[in-house]
């Protein structure tokens, strides 16, 4: 597969001074098969487009490793995965390489070290495990492929990289492995897997940068849920579920993604059909409280906060444009001051800080 890659405004991407070359914005634009890239300005939270990588499918999820050297994507309309590496000083994507996955790849993260990538297979119920070559490359064969259950949606490594958690919205359970960070295989937990209460569907997975906690958004259930991790054993205990939706709200809805602030202080949840960003501070215990809903573009797939903690950014999947707010330190909420023109159904955004 070829993947093309062109740069606009690259004078003023190299000309803009390293305060300006920082951090960078990657979009996929699905219904236009490329990812779009934006500076970050870090004083005012404002994008500026600078170039775009032109794929042979529709782009999907993103990941970027530890390091900050290679970007990951799925190519969900061609079932493979693709592997870029990362100009630091302009966030430019070159192509590495890309494999066949044999089906389509609804996330993509890596683990802690960055040397194995894992995804996760809505329609093919499994998760996958490949291996990162020094080069950026992934490798053509998985190491391992785990057969779970329908609707997994993502596939996600505990801090001390010992643990990993797939989330599946279908069978209403988060699946628990063992992870061995030498070799990249997973190995069925002794608890196998956690359940939540009936219609809940957990759907993505964030720990808290600093507690044994992690969070879900839950795509059937409208809520996001709390959960205790016993770093020994690798298992998840839920101890809160609690609603991303305004009492008074009628209409059909389910959740998408979900973020934690870099402080900790606050957590995020995307609703598609009420159209919001739901918002929710985190006490020390890691129970957690509404702060409220920031109105966003139609059917919120995504959004991510950058590593300053000072601004998040969401994509409406049903539209062609990206929102862009200012985080209250204080109180988390949310002030939209921007939207963007990114392209037909943006689908994914990931914010990186290079150097």
């Not at 996929?28 to 004083?43: C, L």
């Not at 995965?81 to 609804?106: E, H, K, Q, W």
């Not at 993505?204 to 992690?214: I, Q, S």
């Amino acid at each position: 597969m070829k993947i093309l890659v062109s740069s606009l405004c690259a004078a003023l991407a190299l000309g803009a001074g390293p305060a300006l070359a920082d951090t960078f914005a990657y979009v996929s634009v699905a219904g236009e098969n490329k990812i779009a890239i934006y500076r970050v300005d870090p004083d005012r939270g404002t994008l500026t487009r600078t170039g775009e990588a032109v794929l042979p499918g529709a782009p999907g999820a993103l990941a970027v490793d530890p390091q900050k050297r290679y970007l990951f994507a799925s190519i969900r309309s061609n079932n493979s995965l693709g592997s870029f590496r990362i100009d630091p000083a302009t966030g430019a994507l070159t192509p590495i390489n890309t494999v066949n996955a044999g089906a389509n790849s609804a996330y993509v993260g890596t683990d802690q070290s960055g040397r194995y990538l894992l995804s996760a297979y809505y329609q093919a119920g499994k998760a996958m495990v490949h291996a990162i070559g020094k080069d950026g490359s992934l490798s053509a064969e998985p190491v391992q492929v785990v057969e779970t259950a329908p609707n997994a949606h993502s596939a996600i490594s505990d801090a001390q990289n010992r643990w990993v958690f797939v989330p599946h919205t279908g069978p209403n359970a988060i699946f628990q492995f063992r992870f061995n960070p030498a070799t990249g295989k997973l190995t069925p937990n002794l608890e196998p897997k956690v359940e939540p209460p009936a219609n809940v569907g957990p759907r993505h997975l964030k720990f808290h940068p600093t507690k044994p906690v992690a969070y879900t958004s839950d795509e059937l259930g409208s809520s996001i849920s709390a959960y205790s991790l016993e770093p020994q054993t690798g298992r998840l205990s839920r101890f809160q579920t609690l609603s991303t939706l305004p009492a008074d709200f009628q209409g059909k809805n389910t959740t998408a993604e979900v973020k934690v602030h870099p402080t900790g202080r606050f957590v995020y949840v995307s609703n598609r059909g009420h159209d919001s960003i739901a918002g929710f501070r985190i006490q020390d215990s890691g129970v957690v409280e509404a702060i409220g809903q920031a109105p966003t573009e139609k059917t919120p797939r995504s959004f991510d906060i950058d590593p300053s903690g000072r601004y998040l950014y969401s994509a409406g999947q049903g539209t062609t444009r990206l929102a862009a707010y200012r985080i209250d330190p204080n109180t988390g909420k949310l002030d939209r001051f921007e939207t963007y023109e990114v392209g037909k159904q943006p689908s994914w955004i990931t914010v990186v800080t290079l150097r």
